[in-house]
């Protein structure tokens, strides 16, 4: 069995005492594959770095909607600057990018700005996005109908919305799930596992952040990627194997990875 865990911050300073140990542990536990995502500048570049230095680890690069400068002057020099990075073979889609209207009410506009110019990169490089959705469900899905994305992508860390799942999946969009979906007091979790299909899911952790059940509160990475394929198998019927499988082979399409 191989698990790939579609989408990680190994970069993280919660990593920062002992991260070659838990890069070994994760590489122990079955996971085969993983995506070190870019959320920042400086974030991608020290995704990039990690990635060019283990074959097992991938990286998107991309300016999240919490990490965009004040204005639009500083913010298009940030693009320019991802736009080389992202042109690294270890780089296979922009992101995390997209609108977080949880975190970040005031600017808006320039998070729109933002997210449309990262997809215009992301058709220049022939790259899929990688999409950070946060209380913004309805301005991100009028964004990517106005602004077809080529290669198309992944709705990370997907918020447990039938309606956005169901217009993502008409969009092209795959669907992956994290943490949240084990969690016991998580709404929706079943129905919208079940609205997916099989071809369109992927799995990750988004660690250090969102420890799945049963190490909810505790820091996470990416051997707790198992327990959100247990949970789908669970409610899908499958065998864990199945699971694993079908998702590797999805995050590998989408991200064009051998």
């Not at 590489?27 to 500048?41: D, H, M, P, R």
């Not at 993502?168 to 129905?191: H, M, Q, R, W």
């Not at 707790?224 to 590797?248: M, P």
Request: charged residues 30%; negative net charge; aromatic residues 8%.
């Amino acid at each position: 069995m191989e698990l790939f865990d579609s989408h990680c911050h190994l970069d993280d300073e919660k990593f920062s005492e002992d991260r070659q140990a838990v890069i070994e542990n994760i590489f122990s536990s079955k996971v085969t594959k993983l995506i070190s995502a870019g959320y920042s500048l400086e974030s991608s570049k020290r995704a990039l770095e990690l990635a060019n230095n283990y074959s097992q680890i991938y990286t998107v690069s991309g300016i999240s909607p919490n990490d965009i400068p004040e204005n639009v002057e500083k913010l298009q020099a940030e693009i320019y600057e991802i736009e080389k990075i992202a042109k690294n073979q270890k780089v296979v889609g922009i992101g995390e990018i997209g609108l977080d209207y949880y975190w970040n009410k005031e600017n808006k506009e320039l998070q729109k700005y933002a997210f449309i110019k990262q997809i215009e990169l992301s058709n220049k490089l022939k790259l899929p996005i990688v999409i950070h959705t946060r209380e913004a469900v309805m301005d991100t899905i009028e964004i990517l109908k106005e602004n077809p994305v080529n290669k198309k992508g992944v709705f990370h860390c997907c918020p447990l919305n039938p309606e956005l799942v169901k217009e993502a999946l008409k969009l092209g969009f795959y669907i992956s799930f994290a943490g949240p979906v084990t969690f016991k007091n998580s709404k929706n979790a079943d129905e919208v596992i079940r609205l997916v299909p099989d071809e369109k899911m992927l799995i990750e952790t988004d660690s250090p952040y969102l420890s799945p059940e049963p190490n909810r509160g505790k820091r996470n990475d990416s051997s707790n990627v198992r327990y959100i394929a247990e949970k789908i198998a669970k409610v899908k019927g499958y065998t864990l194997e199945e699971v694993a499988k079908i998702t590797y082979d999805n995050a590998c399409r989408i991200f064009e990875i051998s």
